[in-house]
């Protein structure tokens, strides 16, 4: 009797010290994003309204997360606009290019990794994109949808965003998570670190006009 006391102490201590040793899910605070097959040709960039160029102060980052740790990353190459019609967000159009070789991580060898066939594999796929096909006003934003192309697959996307018109501009900023796994990105780690499906993407960009620039 005492040694199955025993035992099964040992196994929930063991139990406890592994819980509290995996990494929370970053996952978890921010809303999933809508995915889908997309089975329409992408929509075109709109050249229609008042162009706004995204650039200085602007940040495309991600967080992906394993079992025991999380890790920044993000592009610092990239380029797009806003065209806005009537100066309402609903009616206009956001166009994202992403240079996947500009790639950064927190950690210098993870960042080797990332963009290796592994992950990104940014030889092969150098460009991702995302054009929105339609902007929807809701209580507390704005749903944006649009087609993203990363590592050669393409989605319907769709997720929340905040997206302010001033006079000096347009701002987008939204904070949502992709299912890693629906763009072929599959790779699972090591068995005893796996490697989350769940990757967090935090947009926050700053457009000015083309006459402002």
């Not at 139990?15 to 889908?36: E, H, K, R, T, Y």
């Not at 920044?72 to 797009?80: A, L, V």
């Not at 944006?144 to 590592?151: I, K, M, P, S, W």
Request: net charge negative; aromatic share 8%; proline share 4%.
């Amino acid at each position: 009797m005492n040694l199955t006391h025993t035992t099964i102490t040992t196994l929930a201590a063991g139990l406890l010290i592994l819980g509290s040793a995996a990494c929370s899910n970053p996952a978890d605070n921010v809303p999933a994003a809508d995915v889908s097959e997309t089975t329409t040709t992408p929509a075109p960039v709109e050249t229609t309204g008042q162009t706004f160029t995204i650039g200085e102060g602007s940040a495309i980052g991600f967080i992906g997360s394993k079992i025991t740790g999380q890790h920044d990353g993000g592009f610092t190459g990239f380029e797009g606009q806003i065209n806005l019609v009537d100066g309402d967000p609903a009616k206009s159009q956001v166009h994202i290019s992403i240079d996947t070789t500009t790639l950064w991580a927190d950690n210098e060898k993870l960042t080797g990794h990332l963009k290796s066939a592994d992950f990104f594999d940014v030889a092969n796929f150098p460009t991702a994109t995302f054009t929105s096909t339609e902007i929807v006003a809701e209580d507390d934003g704005y749903k944006v949808t649009g087609t993203l192309d990363l590592h050669g697959v393409t989605r319907t996307i769709s997720f929340p965003a905040a997206i302010t018109v001033s006079p000096d501009g347009v701002t987008v900023k939204a904070e949502f998570y992709i299912m890693r796994f629906d763009f072929d990105i599959v790779y699972s780690g090591k068995t005893d670190d796996l490697i989350r499906d769940e990757v967090v993407i935090k947009l926050d960009l700053a457009a000015t006009s083309a006459t402002d620039a």
